[in-house]
């Protein structure tokens, strides 16, 4: 299983950015996928979830609004487009496979173990 996250980056507060997250070595159509992140000195947050087909997707209330996360499984692509940035959103994002959504039962819910390396967000003026 391999996940690697890019488009991270240094921009500016109110800017944008998209994520995107390639998967390969599993059915990648057959996964709940997450983006999840964490600041320094924070704990993991999910961020969003997305099913198989698209038609199941959820935000934290920190990001809904500013942020879509979509795929692509003809890609075997996941990507979180990242709008109306606030320094608040620096961190480390990084997209992992997921069982199911469940706010309750994070982070159970998520295979940590597939978690690419992830990619630097910063919001900095």
């Known amino acids: 299983v391999q996940l690697q996250a890019s488009g991270g980056g240094l921009v500016q507060p109110g800017g944008s950015l998209r994520l995107s997250c390639v998967a390969s070595?599993?059915?990648?159509?057959?996964?709940?996928m997450t983006w999840l992140r964490q600041a320094p000195g924070k704990e993991v947050e999910w961020v969003s979830f997305i099913n198989t087909g698209s038609s199941g997707i959820y935000y934290a209330k920190s990001v809904k609004g500013r942020f879509t996360i979509s795929r692509d499984n003809a890609k075997n692509t996941l990507y979180l487009q990242m709008n109306s940035l606030k320094p608040d959103d620096t961190a480390l994002y990084f997209c992992a496979r997921a069982f199911y959504y469940s706010d309750f039962d994070f982070p159970r819910n998520v295979d940590f173990a597939s978690r690419g390396q992830g990619t630097q967000v910063t919001v900095s003026s």
């Open positions: 070595g599993f059915p990648f159509n057959s996964y709940w």
